[in-house]
């Protein structure tokens, strides 16, 4: 196995103790509805700041494996999914759940969660070093087109339309322009305010962008005080390791869906759930059980959804490029430590990749008993505090986490003043991810960009350095199949009310 | 189908702020301005294009949420002077007070003295917990301003 001489690194008392914590703490803002595995991982996100890298990695990774699964205890047991990526568990969990077979749904869940987990870490563990290896030849133009590439396939897969997604796209790469270039100097659109020179902030940004938006919706609907109907009364783990091992090829079908999700650029746990699950039910010989308690349903969409999580660390540690929203912020962490990722990652400091990837294999299989017992004994306290507890706490993990990162009350004002901007902006119809992705990818596009335009002046011909190149063309082609993917699919769908519902 | 009003006025925006960068991009260098000016001139073909789709296709608006504005206006401005004025005042003080503000405005239930003592105690927890963690475990030196 590559880097198998540093799992002795990842089982470090200290790494085990942040594991379990990252689990614990993932696991109860996940199940608390309305806030997201991106929103754990941003306002636990400053934690990490002090921590040796590997070790903040594998924090942050248990912190967003374990809020990916938390978020399934609010579908199953009230019907509200607890994070966007278990939407879909919503479907059959709560059916099942009002039987009497919650406790059954929630372990079915937790072992689904493991599996597309352990699924997701296996390929980022053997898909990511040949990738690497592949990346190195990578020049200034190929990055300016993978750059382009993400953007494009964040607009065809964000909600909404493709045209909001690329318009997000651009807002968020104007946003990185803000500041001193990082090439020739010039000062851009900081209005001489002094506190702009030094650009945007990236995490404060993805505090804000993703923090404030909810907080914002959070406070002005009153606390639905959620109570269970359904109790966790065991754990039945051995009918569930049964059922799952009559699944297998679901379980199977559904971890490689959520991976490959997770992979793409932008595209998070909540689209491969629903992916996983129709893709479930199409191929199931007990397809009019889906919706109505479908054990298969539930192990579809949360083996996916925890996939995603190992499937997004890949375009992340490879190339730099956030594979789901989550990872954005993990990849803006990183860059306050100094650890710019790459394909240069995988050679100069190999040590901090594979302790972290074998650190998530660790939290995915901690997350087995933690989450059983979290279900079981610690869920109707987590969904009994009251949201006006709630607000003033993560609100105050935003202002002192923005300030944390480097001691600067300026970048907690863009915290506050871009997350303000994306609660506007949503209203607008324009979601966040784009305008993330674009913020991201903005530092890469540009600099790909210029490299590249000089280095194909000083040939004499800049145009041909970027459209002749075979690597390059290669993801030009699929930067024209994520344009078109959208059209494709509009034309190709069946026409309403030919399928059943 | 009636238009998407917030979709089109989103994107006219948009194509405001782009026609400013590209006003502002006016005195950078060649290669300062190539990225900026590239990106604001897409911006406001896109934006312009969404337009005229919505225009020529109307399609439902994105859902707005509902809820209390006056509220959410007030999050916003808590949080804003929060983070203009913790520096001066004091990271501890100025959160204390704004701790104290948003629980006012995220509680819609009837304040019984049983309530504030317990909301009090919980704030007290967190933010006494999470100022000891960043100032004395993290080291990060949070400004004490004219108060604490």
């Known amino acids: ?501 | 189908m009636r238009r998407d009003i917030p979709g089109m006025t989103g994107a006219a925006i948009f194509i405001v702020v782009g026609i400013l960068a590209l006003y502002y991009s006016r005195d950078f260098s060649a290669m300062g301005s190539v990225f900026p000016r590239t990106i604001a001139m897409a911006m406001i073909v896109l934006s312009g294009i969404y337009i005229a789709v919505s225009l020529l296709r109307p399609k439902a608006p994105a859902a707005q949420p509902a809820g209390s504005n006056w509220r959410r206006i007030a999050l916003v401005a808590v949080m804003v002077l929060w983070a203009t004025y913790f520096d001066r005042i004091g990271f501890l003080t100025s959160s204390i007070a704004a701790f104290a503000s948003l629980l006012v405005i995220a509680n819609y239930d009837r304040w019984t003295p049983r309530m504030a003592v317990t909301y009090a105690a919980v704030g007290a927890v967190v933010i006494g917990g999470l100022y000891a963690i960043f100032r004395f475990g993290l080291k990060v030196p949070l400004p004490e301003g004219i108060l604490i």
């Open chain 1, 1 to 501: 196995l590559p880097g198998i001489e540093f799992l002795i690194d990842a089982l470090t008392p200290l790494n085990i103790l942040l594991a379990i914590v990252g689990v614990v703490a993932g696991t109860v803002i996940g199940a608390l509805p309305g806030l997201t595995a991106t929103m754990a991982v941003a306002v636990l996100v400053p934690f990490t700041f002090g921590m040796n890298p590997a070790s903040a990695l594998i924090m942050l990774g248990a912190i967003y494996t374990g809020a990916i699964y938390g978020g399934a205890y609010a579908a199953i047991l009230l019907n509200t999914p607890g994070t966007p990526s278990a939407i879909a568990t919503t479907f059959d969990g709560y059916p099942m759940a009002k039987r009497g077979d919650g406790d059954l749904a929630i372990t079915l869940a937790c072992v689904a969660s493991v599996t597309g987990g352990l699924v997701g870490a296996a390929f980022l563990l053997l898909l990511a070093p040949p990738l690497a290896q592949f990346a190195l030849k990578f020049g200034p133009v190929e990055y300016f087109w993978l750059a382009v590439f993400g953007l494009t396939l964040i607009a065809a897969l964000s909600e909404g339309s493709t045209l909001r997604g690329l318009i997000g796209g651009c807002v968020g790469l104007l946003l990185g322009t803000v500041g001193v270039a990082e090439v020739g100097g010039d000062i851009r659109y900081t209005g001489d305010i002094k506190a702009l020179l030094g650009g945007i902030d990236v995490v404060a940004a993805l505090i804000g962008l993703y923090c404030v938006p909810v907080l914002i919706d959070l406070v002005a609907t009153p606390d639905p005080h959620l109570k269970l109907t359904h109790q966790v009364a065991g754990f039945r783990l051995k009918e569930a390791l049964g059922i799952s091992w009559k699944s297998k090829f679901n379980l199977a079908r559904s971890s490689v869906i959520g991976t490959v999700v997770g992979i793409l650029p932008g595209a998070g746990g909540s689209i491969a759930s629903l992916v996983s699950y129709a893709e479930a039910r199409r191929v199931s010989r007990r397809q009019e059980n889906f919706g109505k308690g479908e054990p298969d349903g539930i192990l579809a969409t949360e083996s996916s959804n925890n996939a995603t999580v190992g499937g997004g660390f890949i375009p992340t540690l490879v190339l730099g490029i956030p594979g789901t929203p989550p990872d954005a912020v993990i990849l803006g962490a990183l860059l306050v430590q100094g650890i710019r990722t790459g394909p240069q990652l995988f050679g100069e400091q190999s040590q901090i990749v594979y302790t972290f990837i074998y650190g998530l294999f660790l939290a995915t299989l901690l997350m087995l008993p933690i989450g059983l017992v979290i279900g079981r004994y610690a869920f109707k306290s987590i969904v009994a505090i009251p949201k006006a507890v709630l607000v003033p706490s993560v609100a105050f993990l935003t202002i002192i986490g923005s300030y944390a990162i480097h001691n600067n009350p300026h970048e907690v004002q863009q915290m506050v003043v871009l997350g303000a901007f994306a609660w506007i902006a949503g209203r607008l119809g324009f979601t966040a991810s784009p305008i993330v992705l674009g913020l991201i990818l903005g530092v890469i596009a540009e600099s790909g960009f210029v490299q590249g335009y000089l280095i194909g002046n000083a040939k004499g011909n800049a145009l041909a350095e970027f459209f002749t190149r075979p690597i390059s063309m290669g993801i030009i082609a699929f930067i024209v199949l994520g344009l078109l993917y959208p059209l494709l699919m509009a034309r190709f769908r069946p026409p309403k009310g030919s399928t059943s519902e």
